[in-house]
């Protein structure tokens, strides 16, 4: 995962400093590639690949196909941003009891990208479902 540095500098009044050349671009998210997580500007089909460390556990809400925000810093990936909201497919959840759905409790369910939600008795296999990726919790089904 990228780590964020801490730096304390001193400067006298007056003194005068470069601004930080930050910006974000959108890119999609294509294919993971071994170790590789690869990006593409839809306009240019230029290619930005980042390693497992830096996609860190942000991995379990990547599909193919996704909208990010790549983060770059004098021209160089150093960060990135997923949607707040991903649209996901159950693929493994224990089946709800008939009258269980009446008592608001959850269950985990394994999504298509791996990952592990707690969703409400009533979401079946093969369901898609809306998952806020800052908080990993189930919003809705989709």
Known sequence: MLQEI??????RAGSTI???NVFKEAKQFTYKDGAQFVFMDLSTF???RLGEADVGDKTKWLKEGM???????????IDFE???????SVVDVDPGLKGDTAQGGTKPATLDTGAVVN???FVNIGEEILVDTRTGQYMSRA
Do not use: I, S
């Open 67 to 77: 909208d990010c925000n790549l983060l770059f810093w004098n021209g160089k990936v």
């Open 6 to 11: 801490l730096l304390r500098k001193t400067f």
């Open 18 to 20: 470069e601004e930080a």
């Open 82 to 88: 997923l949607p707040v909201t991903v649209q996901l």
């Open 119 to 121: 969703v409400p008795l």
């Open 46 to 48: 230029e290619e930005y």
